[in-house]
């Protein structure tokens, strides 16, 4: 039996930093909401106890590294399970982004293994396991629009009926998402107003949405790569309604209501960089 799962990128349209922890990671506050954008994930049970890694990209690391094996490693543990699978990903979301594309990976893989070793289990129970895994794991399992707290743990859905448009550009370097962190000043965070965004989520004012984007890693990853300040500013011009990075970064992300305004966008930004991405919300 072969299984294959869709791992959708996500951005964040808002990121607020809230503390930091007694284990190291920060306390935060966020607005997740799933892009069509995604990796697809095919798995195959083999006789032998192993996981095997398979890609089409040479980004994703092909060993224990990777997170989808991480997943696996989770599940055969906590469930004692004996059988090895072979894990293909194909790779569509660009790697180290700040789109969570291997925490995704990881969701999908759980996903995955639940249907193939018939486990039934819950998403609460997924992302519980998904945890171990990646702070960003938790929300993946869910997917769509979501409130996230804590480092990623306290995932609660929020309704999805909202429609639009992203453009995501994706500058040619990674960044690491641990060395962005590790640049956070607890006493000069520029705060988001995520209760705001959670309440126009909830009342599909995209407006209000657009007008509080807003991510408290922003101004950090915009120091280290000032490329990141151009990017917003040329699709501001090209009339994006709203513009942010996503995550960690470096990806910027702009939102459009009509998909010809979009492709306008998409016209003017291919002058500055090459990696770029039309895509709906999911
Ligand atoms: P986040 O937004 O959650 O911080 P990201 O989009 O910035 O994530 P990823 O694409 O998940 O970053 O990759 C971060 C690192 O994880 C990479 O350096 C890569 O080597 C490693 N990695 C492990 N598994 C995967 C995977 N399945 N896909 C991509 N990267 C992976």
């Known amino acids: 039996m072969e299984i294959t799962e869709k791992a959708p990128a996500k951005i964040n349209l808002g990121l607020d930093i809230i503390g930091k922890r007694h284990d190291g ?18 798995i195959k049970e083999l006789d ?10 040479i980004s994703v690391p092909q060993n224990s590294k990777n997170h989808a094996y991480k997943a696996a490693q989770v599940i055969k543990r906590e469930f004692n399970i004996k059988k090895g699978v072979e894990i293909f990903i194909h790779k569509i979301t660009p790697v180290a982004a700040g789109l969570a594309g291997g925490s995704s990976d ?13 486990l039934q289990l819950s998403k609460e129970e997924l992302a519980e396991l ?7 794991v938790p929300y993946c399992v869910y997917g769509g629009v979501a409130r996230v707290g804590g480092r990623g743990e306290i995932v609660q859905p929020l309704p999805n009926n909202l429609s639009y448009w992203v453009v995501l550009v994706k500058p040619e370097f990674g960044v690491s998402t641990p ?22 989520v909830i009342n599909q004012n995209m407006d209000i949405i657009n007008k509080n984007l807003s991510n408290s890693l922003e101004p950090i990853t915009i120091n280290m790569h000032p490329e990141i300040l151009k990017i917003k500013e040329v699709l501001s011009e090209a009339g994006a ?10 990806t910027v992300f702009a939102i459009f209501d009509k998909k010809s305004r979009a492709e306008r966008a998409v016209n003017s930004i291919k002058g500055f960089c090459k990696e770029v991405y039309l895509v709906r919300n999911l």
């Not at 990881?106 to 018939?118: V, Y």
């Not at 309604?241 to 970064?249: A, K, Q, R």
């Open 48 to 57: 032998n106890d192993k996981i095997v890694i398979k890609s089409n990209s």
């Open 25 to 42: 990671f920060h306390e935060l506050d966020m607005i997740m909401a799933s892009v069509d954008l995604a990796d697809r994930i095919t």
């Open 241 to 250: 309604d709203g513009v942010l990075m996503s995550g960690s970064g470096p």
């Open 179 to 200: 060395a962005v962190f590790k640049k956070v000043k607890l006493d000069s965070i520029k705060h988001a107003n995520i209760d705001i965004l959670e309440e126009a």
């Open 130 to 136: 998904g945890e171990e895994v990646g702070s960003d």
């Open 106 to 118: 990881a969701a999908a893989t759980l996903r995955a293994l639940n249907t193939l070793w018939n």
